[in-house]
């Protein structure tokens, strides 16, 4: 009996898949370069306004824990007072962590 797939056939088809998935990632998501970048920084400000809304003494503990490399923590006390999900707080966390140059 035959093989169904020799070596020459794999290289065929994984060189159709690599092709596939490189036209995907150009086409998909349908943005510019340009709105993506945009797109990034308008989420970046959102998370800093979020951080920014929190109260003061809040924003230290969060500081502190940043610090102290307890990033979970940190993300639960930013959900726990702004209301926020679970996304937009890590990202709140990750600005204010960039910020500080503790990334």
């Known amino acids: 009996m035959e093989q169904l797939f020799t ?43 979020l951080f920014a809304g929190l109260p003061p003494e809040i924003q230290q503990d969060v500081d502190a824990r940043i610090q102290n490399g307890k990033i979970i923590e940190a993300v639960k006390i930013v959900r726990e007072n702004s209301g926020a999900g679970l996304k937009d707080s890590k990202q709140a966390v990750d600005a204010r962590r960039a910020s500080m140059g503790a990334v």
């Open 7 to 49: 070596t020459d056939n794999w290289l065929l088809v994984a060189l159709a898949a690599a092709l596939g998935f490189l036209a995907g990632r150009v086409t998909a998501s349908g943005m510019s370069s340009e709105a993506r970048t945009q797109k990034r920084m308008e989420a970046r400000q959102d998370a800093e306004r």
